[in-house]
C-alpha cells in the first residue's frame, strides 16, 4: 500500500512542499529511501525505525521505499522524521480510520519517539498557509513561535505516540489557541536613556537618527558611553508592527536563534565582535544558505563597535545591503535573498590613542598616524553614514538642563511623530523614511529656501564638502525639519545637520 | 636666466664635486675668484647640471647670485647653493617666519591663519610644508601669494607625502626652496638644517605653537642665534601645546595677541579692517566664547538658556562665518 504525506522543506526565508510517499510491498526487507535526501535525511532512517519501536508500534519488516518528492529538490535536515513516521505507519495500514489528507507533519523524531523542536517552523507554516494547508502536526516545543500563526488548527505533540493517538481518535490533541502579538512583550534589555549621564549632544543625534532612518557614527575616547547610548536605539524605535515581526521572526526561526518567547518582539539588536568574517556578516554557508549578522539586524540596528577594527573587506561587503536593504548570496545549492533592511550604528576612537578631544587625558598621536587610523574606514562606507557625531566625557555636574535626563519613551513619542509625518509624505512611494530619498525625492520633498541654498553653498567651499555630502546633509536637515514640526526646512535646520559632519572637514 | 662663470662654480663645487660643505667653504675663502676653482670640463658639466635643472622648472640661487636673500647671508653658516622653483623675485623681498608643531590646537591655527594673512600683506611668510602650524601659515599667506616653503627634502620630493596637493599649489602662487638636490628623501637631521634657513631667512620668527621639545623651538633659537626678534602665541598654564611658546615669552619672546604686536616691532600698521559681529542670540555665543575661551556646546548652550540643538545649530553657523572654531570633544572657542 501507498501513503503520501506532506511535509516542508525550507529554501532560504520560503517553505517548499515535500510529498513522502512510503511503498510497503511484499519482498525481501529492505528499506531505501530516493528522492534526493541528504546526510541528515537518510540517517533517519534509523531514528524512525527506533521511534515506531520504542513507541509500541511495528516497524513493517517488509520491502519498504521512502520517496520524496518533488525529486530534483535536495532535501536537508532532520525535520522530515515524523512524515517519514507517519507515512511508514499509513502505509503498514497502523492508522486505520485516520484522515491524514492535507495534514502537515513536521518534527525531528529521537530514538525514544520523542519529539524535537525544528528551526524555520514559523516561516513554514506561513508558506504552508499560504499554499492552502490549514492543519499542522508539530514538536510541542514549537508552539510558542506557532502561535502567532492564526487561522489555522496546530496540534502540538510530545511524541510520537500522541500523534498516533491523535489521528486514530483515541485522545486528540487541543490545537493552539492564537496569540495575540504585544511589541516589547518578551522586553529584556534594561536599557533606557535615562540612565545615561548627560551626553545631550549624542543623544539628539540619536533621536534624529532614528527618527529619519539614517546611520550613525559615534566617535569617542574609550569609557565614554558610546555602546550604552547605541543600546538605548531600540528603546526609542518606533513599536514593531505584526507583519515586522513576522518577517524578522521568520529570518531569526531560520537561523535557530529565536528565544523562548516565540517571536521577535522588540526591535533586534545585533553587535557582531570585530573578528567577524564577511560570511558570517552577510550570511552563507555550504548548501543552505544561513543568514548572517545583518539579517538578524534586519528591522533593527547592527552595532559595529571599534569601526576601524573590522576587516575592510567585511566593511565593505556591508555597502551594497545598506543601499539595497537585501543581500542575495549565491553558492552552488543556490542563490538566497534575505532582507537586510537596518540600520547602522558604529563607533570609533577618534585616534590611535583614544584621547583625542578628551577632556582630561593628552593625545599622543601624530596627525598622520590619526589620518591614517580614519582612512581605515572607506569613503563610501562614510558616506552611507548621514550622521558623525562626537561624544565626549564633559562631567556635567554643573548642568542642570532638564533635557539632559529624560526617558526613552518621551523621545519615542517625538520619533513616533516624525515617522508619521514620513509616512504621509511617501505614501505611494517605495520609501518609508528620509533616509532611504534618492535624487528624485529630495528635489520634490527638500526644497531649500534661498537663504538655506546659500547656507550649503558657503559649507561647500569652507568645508570642501563633496557632492554626496550635500545631499546627507539635505536629507538629515529634512529629518531634524520633520522633528521640529515644520513643513520648510529652514537655515537652522540646515546648521543643525551640518553640525552632525565629522569627518568631512579632516579631509 | 643666465648664471655667470661663479655661479656655476659654486654649484659644481658644493653639488657635483662631492666636498662637504666644509672643505667647500675653505676653497670659497682661499680663492679670490671662485670661477677659477673648476676646469673648463667641470664648467661644461655644471652647465649642463643647470639646463637639466632648467627642464624641471628648477632655478639655483648661490651665494654669488645677486638676489640671494641678504638676511640669509649674515648668518654663520649660510647655504652655498638654493634650490628654488615658483616666484624667483619673492627672495628680494622682506620675509616673516611663522611656524608651529605639527599638533596645533584649531583655535591657533585659526589664529595663525589670520596673523599670516596680514603679515604677508608686508611681508613674504616663511614657512615649512607641515600641517599645523605651518598648514596655518600657508593658509593665511597662500592667497596673496606673499609665500615661501622651505622644504627638507629635494623639490622633486614631498615631505609629508599627504601635502603634495599643497605642494603644487604654493608652486602655482609663491615659491619653494630647498638646500638639497632636488631627488633627495628627507632625513630625520635634516629639519636642524632646514630650520637655520627659516630663521635666516627672516627678520623674526612668530610660534604658534609648540611642545616642551617641539622643532619650531629650535626655529626660534636660532632665530636668536641670528640676532632676529622672536614672538609667541600666549597659552593657558597647562596645555601641553603651549608649554614652549610661554617658556619662550617668559624668556623675552614679544607676546602677540594681533598682528599690530608684530607689526608695530618693525613700524608698520596693518590696513583697518572692519570686524562683522553677528546679531542676536549668535552674538551672545560670541560674546560668551570671547570671555571664557573654549567651551563645551553644552555648557553654552546651559548658561545662554537654549536647547542644546539650537546650541550647535548656531555654533555650526558662526563656525561657517568663521567666528567660531571647533576644537575635539564638541569644544568651541571664539577666533
Known sequence: ???????????????????????????????????????????????????????????????????????????????????????????????????????????????????????????????????????????????????????????????????????????????????????????????????????????????????????????????????????????????????????????????????????????????????????????????????????????????????????????????????????????????????????????????????????????????????????KISGPLLDRIDLQVEVDNITYDDLTSEEVNEDSETVKARVNAARRIQRNRFEGLPINTNAEMGEKEIQEFCRLTREGDKILRDAFDRMKLSARARARIVKVARTIADLDNSEDILPKHVFEAVSYRLYDKLG | MKYTKEERAIIYLSAMSGKDYRSCVSLLLSSQDPATLITEEEDRRAAEYLSELRRRGIFAVTLASDDYPAALKQINDPPLLLYGAGRRELLSRKMFCIVGSRITPPWAEKIGKELSRTLSEQFVIVTGLAEGGDGAAIAGAIESGNLICVLPCGLGQCYPAAHAGLKERILQKGLLLSEYPPDTVAAKYVFHARNRILAGLSEGVLVLSAGERSGALITASRALDYGRDVFALPYNPGISRGEGCNELIKKGAFLVTDAEDILSVYGMESAPRGEEMPEGREGEIVTLLRSNGEMHAAQIATMLGMKIFEATAMLSSLELKGLAVKSGGNKYSAV
Open chain 1, 1 to 375: 500500500m501507498i501513503a503520501k504525506i506532506i511535509c516542508y522543506a525550507l529554501n532560504g526565508l520560503e517553505g517548499v512542499p515535500v510529498e513522502v510517499e512510503a511503498d510497503v510491498n511484499k519482498g525481501v526487507p529492505s528499506y531505501d529511501m530516493v528522492g534526493l535526501p541528504d546526510a541528515a535525511v537518510k540517517e533517519s532512517k534509523e531514528r524512525v525505525r527506533s521511534a515506531l519501536k520504542n513507541s509500541g508500534l511495528l516497524f513493517p519488516m517488509n520491502r519498504i521505499t521512502i520517496n520524496f518528492a518533488p525529486a530534483d529538490l535536495k532535501k536537508e535536515g532532520a525535520g522530515f522524521d515524523l512524515a517519514i513516521a507517519v507515512s511508514l505507519l499509513k502505509a503498514s495500514e497502523q492508522l486505520l480510520g485516520a484522515d491524514v489528507k492535507d495534514i502537515v507533519f513536521l518534527g525531528e523524531l529521537a530514538l525514544t519517539g520523542d519529539l524535537r523542536p525544528i528551526s524555520g517552523l514559523l516561516p513554514i507554516l506561513i508558506s504552508a498557509k499560504a499554499h492552502g494547508f490549514t492543519r499542522f502536526v508539530i514538536p510541542a516545543e514549537n508552539s510558542e513561535e506557532a502561535r502567532y500563526l492564526g487561522g489555522a488548527e496546530i496540534y502540538p505533540a510530545h511524541s510520537l505516540g500522541e500523534v498516533v493517538k491523535h489521528l486514530v481518535g483515541v485522545q486528540p490533541i487541543l490545537p493552539l489557541d492564537t496569540a495575540e502579538f504585544v511589541p516589547g512583550k518578551g522586553k529584556k534589555g534594561s536599557a533606557d536613556l535615562k540612565y545615561v549621564k548627560g551626553q545631550p549632544i549624542a543623544r539628539r543625534a540619536l533621536e534624529i537618527a532614528v527618527a529619519g532612518g539614517h546611520n550613525l557614527l559615534m566617535s569617542g575616547p574609550p569609557g565614554t558611553g558610546k555602546t550604552m547610548l547605541a543600546r538605548c536605539l531600540p528603546t526609542i524605535m518606533p513599536d514593531l508592527s505584526f507583519e515586522e515581526a513576522l518577517e524578522i521572526t521568520k529570518i531569526h526561526s531560520v537561523a535557530g536563534v529565536l528565544g523562548e518567547e516565540g517571536i521577535v518582539s522588540e526591535r533586534p539588536f545585533r553587535t557582531p565582535h570585530h573578528t567577524a568574517t564577511t560570511v558570517s556578516m552577510c550570511g552563507g554557508g555550504n548548501r543552505i544558505v544561513h543568514p548572517g549578522e545583518i539579517s538578524l539586524a534586519h528591522g533593527g540596528v547592527l552595532f559595529l563597535d571599534e569601526l576601524p577594527e573590522y576587516k575592510r573587506s567585511t566593511l565593505e561587503a556591508l555597502r551594497q545591503p545598506l543601499e539595497d536593504g537585501k543581500i542575495t548570496v549565491s553558492r552552488a545549492g543556490g542563490s538566497f535573498t534575505y532582507p537586510s533592511r537596518f540600520m547602522l550604528c558604529a563607533s570609533m576612537n577618534p585616534c590611535p590613542c583614544g584621547n583625542y578631544g578628551s577632556a582630561d587625558r593628552i593625545c599622543t598621536c601624530t596627525p598622520a598616524e590619526i589620518r591614517r587610523y580614519r582612512r
